[in-house]
């Protein structure tokens, strides 16, 4: 279990919805009278991508983790940006450009997963002259 993308759940959401007919990706979560006189409307595909921004906060803190169950976590990442990839290129009901951003984030989380692990392993490899990298 805490090899699973944390992203997959906000992937899982917007499907959900996306498929659905109960609910619309663009209707209002909430709504705030702001000093200035403007509304500002927080609409739900709003609330998917900031909860995908801090997923992916907690996905690069888990990617300085050392050990097998590192490298198991990045391929778990990059098997789900396949498949997200794959859904946005095939399937109409994702064809969106809120979507699109949630691909972005996961492609980050997976380079910046792979970039975080090879470059504190890196640290640990000692050279044969006894120079640390």
């Not at 959900?16 to 609409?43: K, N």
């Not at 990059?78 to 109409?92: D, N, R, S």
């Given at each position: 279990?805490?090899?699973?993308?944390?992203?997959?759940?906000?992937?899982?959401?917007?499907?959900?919805?996306?498929?659905?007919?109960?609910g619309?990706?663009?209707?209002?979560?909430?709504?705030?009278?702001?000093?200035s006189?403007?509304d500002?409307?927080?609409?739900?595909?709003d609330?998917l991508?900031?909860?995908a921004?801090?997923?992916?906060?907690?996905?690069?803190?888990k990617?300085?983790r050392?050990?097998?169950?590192?490298?198991?976590?990045?391929?778990f990442?990059?098997?789900?940006?396949?498949v997200?990839?794959?859904?946005?290129?095939?399937?109409?009901?994702?064809?969106?450009?809120?979507f699109?951003?949630?691909?972005?984030?996961?492609?980050l989380?997976?380079?910046?997963?792979?970039?975080?692990?090879?470059?504190?392993?890196?640290?640990?490899?000692?050279v044969?002259?006894?120079?640390?990298?």
């Amino acid at each position: 279990m805490k090899n699973i993308p944390l992203l997959v759940f906000v992937v899982i959401i917007y499907n959900v919805i996306a498929f659905s007919s109960a609910g619309s990706l663009e209707s209002t979560f909430w709504s705030v009278h702001l000093g200035s006189g403007v509304d500002w409307v927080f609409t739900v595909n709003d609330l998917l991508l900031s909860l995908a921004v801090i997923l992916l906060y907690a996905e690069i803190l888990k990617s300085t983790r050392t050990g097998i169950s590192t490298i198991m976590d990045h391929m778990f990442s990059l098997g789900l940006f396949v498949v997200v990839l794959l859904e946005f290129l095939f399937v109409a009901a994702v064809g969106t450009s809120t979507f699109f951003i949630i691909i972005l984030l996961v492609l980050l989380d997976v380079v910046a997963g792979f970039t975080v692990t090879i470059s504190s392993a890196t640290r640990d490899i000692n050279v044969e002259d006894g120079v640390r990298l």
